[in-house]
């Protein structure tokens, strides 16, 4: 918990690309060293820009008043300074777009859909998409209009109206439009905790001088629910918001963090522990990663600490971007091929800061792992350990969504810890994933320390075999029964 204070309340929310990462790296690093063990800065790639996060803050301006609570996607715009704007619902068709062509120049835009977390794509492309869908609903708007004057004939005539087909609803129709009028930005619902994460569709082709310029604002969903109606009762009211979203001029590299504890037999043999180093910044990364990855740390200072000589390597591994899509873990499976065969397990911890309550093992490993957990039951009797076995798995074809997934494609064992909620913290992984409340006081002091206890156990005791573990029986590569791939995939993660 003392590294996880450092990483979420010294450093920060830490997207790779930020100054926060950076420092995530030099401070993890300086740590390995000075706990005695060597340490590699493993370059994984670059951004073309990097993004570090301001505070940001917005509120209403009427008689209530109101302080909005709202979040925008990293790599996405901030406001001028403080803006303050009237409000507008986005147009659908070509002929709203004109009846408020004036007014759409200072105005903060109201859109449809409700926020998954990403910006709304601002690149020609998305534009061009989005016209296709504006002819549509251009040629249902001409329809309405001759069904409405057809009901108002049919009114006179005391027959029935028909109805109106509705308009396609999809978000920001006339993004390029708005942003041409001089919009101050745009605004989406969203569900509570806000879930925001960053621009994927466009970091790689942003430059200095591209940079998106429309500030991409999620709104609590119950705030944005009075404010369009108040707009569509055409109430007089303003917004204000200031965002303070700066960009870095690029490139800037990114790298993992690699501690090493070199084997004093096998050195060239491997027993992997880890998880990821960058988080999304609209919280601290307190769960998503910092509960995966300080605990990895933790677990190579115990080792550290008690003088440990393992007969093969541990590497302690702090991915790089694995929120940007696995970029570190993948970036390492692809060159280090050479080590593959030669890695005992990849352990790593990404879900959540539950305590560890045993590990489910092959038939062919259980005798090893009988031996080297021993010790475990005796730590703590709140928190008791079982080994269970685990039936060979389908290897999967596509990595899974954490570090481990680049690892298992290549065949090598990524047995995890099985974890519990055991004494009930009511912890919900949902709530915090890619939200504002993925924050340090989310993470859960006495799983959190007694998992780093088991992790340096079980990730030495491996290292000190006199034997790779054997893989026998783990993978298996032609396609089972269908619903069984399911289940064991399942149990994998
Ligand atoms: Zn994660």
Known sequence: MDHLDVLCNRIGGRPIGS??????????????????????????????????????????????GMILHFATPSYTAGTKGVQRGH???????????????????????????????????????ADSLRDSIKVVNDSIALENNKIKKENQENKEKGLPEKELQPLNEEPVLFYREMREAGILGIIQSSKTPIRVMYDRKNIMNMTFDNLPTVPDIKLDESQYY?????????????????????????????????????????????????????????????????????????????????????????????????????LGSQSWVDRNGDKLDSISNMFNRDGGPTVTTGITVPAAMREDFEKICEPLNGINPDFPFKIEERQPSEKPEKAWGTDSGPFAVAGVPTITFNTGDTKGYNFSYHEIWHTERDTYDKSIREYQEHTAIVTAVVVYGIANLDHLLSREGYWIEKPVAEKDVVNKKKKNK
């Not at 570090?52 to 008689?63: A, E, F, H, K, Q």
């Not at 105005?107 to 690149?123: H, K, M, Q, R, T």
């Not at 027993?271 to 769960?287: E, F």
């Not at 003088?307 to 390597?313: A, C, E, L, N, S």
């Open 19 to 64: 100054s926060a990462y950076e420092s995530a790296t030099i401070w993890a690093a300086g740590k390995f060293m000075e706990w005695g063990m060597e340490v590699v800065l493993d370059e994984v790639g670059e951004l073309p820009v990097g993004f570090n996060r301001g505070p940001w803050s917005g509120r209403m301006l009427s008689d209530e």
């Open 87 to 125: 409000v507008l619902i986005e147009p659908r068709t070509q002929a709203e777009f004109d009846r408020m062509r004036e007014r759409l120049k200072g105005a903060w835009v109201l859109i449809y859909g409700e926020n998954e977390g990403w910006p709304i794509d601002f690149s020609a492309l």
């Open 226 to 326: 009075i404010i369009k109606q108040m707009t569509e009762e055409r109430r007089y009211f303003l917004l204000e918001f200031d965002i303070r979203n700066q960009f870095r001029p690029g490139p800037i590299p990114y790298h993992n963090v690699i501690g090493i504890i070199p084997g004093t037999e096998y050195p060239d043999e491997y027993v992997i522990m880890g998880g990821h180093l960058d988080s999304y910044d609209v919280g601290t990364g307190g769960v998503d990663d910092g509960s995966g990855a300080t605990p990895a740390m933790e677990a190579a200072r115990l080792i550290m600490e008690a003088g440990g000589q393992p007969k093969r390597t541990i590497l302690v591994t702090l991915w790089a971007g694995e929120e940007f899509g696995l």
